[in-house]
């Protein structure tokens, strides 16, 4: 869950919590209905169905050898400074693609990194990567946690690469893979890295197959969920098919301010509890006032499982943050009743996630090359 635009029509109101259930059940099913018949609008078109393909930047085409090169960096401890901590360690594709805890823990037990980690599944459609945007691609992303001092704490790329030119089982493989005199380059570490993520995604949901056509596919509570949703106007901002834009093009962010409405008395009383304030948001990148409190909207598939919410990780519950965004964004509160359907809703967003297993990482027969770690770890507290 994340920021509605400041541009939202805030006319686009929810019914009057006096309503009964029935009435307001029925109000969405009209509204859903209406969305099949006006104008030929779809379901599919006016919320987004899952994309047939994931978006392959020109420069960086997929082959099997390069998604099996990058599952096996993903998944492997030695890019980080102190051996221990892969990509998976915080994204881990065995569950959700994230930790589920507020702030990660990084190298050597830091427990500095300042958001909440984002799920790896689906960050192929992102049209940019991290909470304030830094990133325009999934290449650029992927560098970013390797040199982060408190995510995986690499000095920089070129520590990256002499780790990897030790192990012959790459030099073999970076040379099958990209070619040429010195194949083993940071670049290529993410190209790789990337190739094996746009295979994460989760196709499929209750709602996938709800706009195919299968309308048992989503309960009574979940279609007037999807009709609060929409009358609401939480897809102004949650649109297009990750429920994260309106149609942003690739390496342009789609930002939003949160909270919106932090004077609004019910989302002061949030901002009391959840600080959410504290982080200047986008700020950090743009260095521009403007920006403060600015992120790049979140896309909601799966986003029953990636608790808990926000760029600070802050609220343990769904229900919670929903009526969290309806206090902070839309300036209203919630019944129930309302907040009960608006998750069923949510819940149907939960996809297929496809099967994955360990890659066999490659060795360095009768030797280490993670000597001196602890060295490098009190070298790295002196510079401080």
Same mark, same amino acid.
């Given at each position: ?58 420069n960086n085409p997929m082959t099997p050898e390069k998604i099996a090169l990058g599952k096996q960096l993903y998944f492997d401890p030695r ?49 940019? /990567? ?10 650029? /992303? ?35 893979? +990209?070619?040429? *005199?010195?194949?083993?380059? +940071? ?38 969920? =999807? ?14 098919? =990750?429920?994260?834009?309106? $149609? ?5 962010? +789609?930002?939003? *301010? ?6 609004? !008395? ?14 200047? $948001? ?9 920006? *403060? ?11 029953a499982l990636t608790a808990p919410y926000f760029h600070n990780g802050s609220v343990q519950t769904l229900p919670e943050a929903v009526r969290? =965004? ?18 069923? +809703? ?7 996630? !496809? ?16 000597? $001196? ?8 507290? /002196?510079?401080?």
């Amino acid at each position: 869950m994340n920021t509605m635009d400041t541009r939202t029509d805030s006319s686009k109101n929810p019914k009057p919590a006096a309503a009964t259930r029935d009435s307001r059940r029925r109000l969405a099913l009209g509204l859903s209905a209406g969305l099949v018949a006006l104008g030929g609008v779809s379901l599919a078109q006016a919320f987004g169905e899952f994309p047939a393909k994931v978006p392959v930047p020109a420069n960086n085409p997929m082959t099997p050898e390069k998604i099996a090169l990058g599952k096996q960096l993903y998944f492997d401890p030695r890019i980080s400074l102190s051996g221990t901590e892969s990509c998976d360690t915080c994204h881990n594709v065995a569950s959700n693609g994230t930790d589920n805890l507020a702030h990660s823990f990084g190298v050597f037990g830091r427990v500095d990194v300042p958001r909440n980690t984002p799920t790896v599944f689906n960050a192929a459609f992102n049209t940019v /990567q991290f909470w304030d945007g830094r990133a325009n691609s999934l290449e650029a /992303q992927a560098k970013g946690p390797i040199t982060n001092p408190v995510e995986m704490g690499m000095p920089n790329g070129e520590a990256v690469v002499k780790r990897l030119q030790q192990i012959p089982g790459y030099q073999k493989e970076f040379a099958q893979v +990209f070619g040429g *005199k010195d194949p083993i380059t +940071f670049d290529n570490v993410a190209a790789a890295i990337a190739t094996y993520e746009r295979t994460l995604i989760t196709p499929d949901s209750p709602y996938d197959r709800y706009v195919k056509g299968d309308k048992k596919a989503l309960n009574a509570s979940a279609t007037a969920g =999807m009709g609060l949703f929409k009358s609401m106007g939480c897809d102004t901002c949650h649109a297009g098919p =990750m429920f994260d834009n309106p $149609g942003t093009p690739m390496g342009t962010g +789609f930002f939003q *301010k949160f909270p919106l409405q932090p004077t609004n !008395p019910q989302c002061a009383s949030y901002e009391q509890k959840y600080q959410f304030m504290k982080d200047p $948001g986008r700020f950090d990148v743009t260095h521009n006032p403007a920006d *403060k409190y600015y992120y790049k909207v979140p896309g909601l598939r799966n986003v029953a499982l990636t608790a808990p919410y926000f760029h600070n990780g802050s609220v343990q519950t769904l229900p919670e943050a929903v009526r969290v =965004m309806a206090a902070c964004q839309l300036g209203k509160s919630l019944s129930d009743e309302q907040v009960k359907d608006v998750v069923a +809703f949510l819940d149907s967003l939960t996809g297929k996630f !496809p099967k994955e297993t360990l890659p066999r990482l490659p060795q360095t027969p009768n030797t280490t090359i993670l000597m $001196g770690v602890p060295q490098l770890e009190k070298a790295a507290a /002196q510079n401080k």
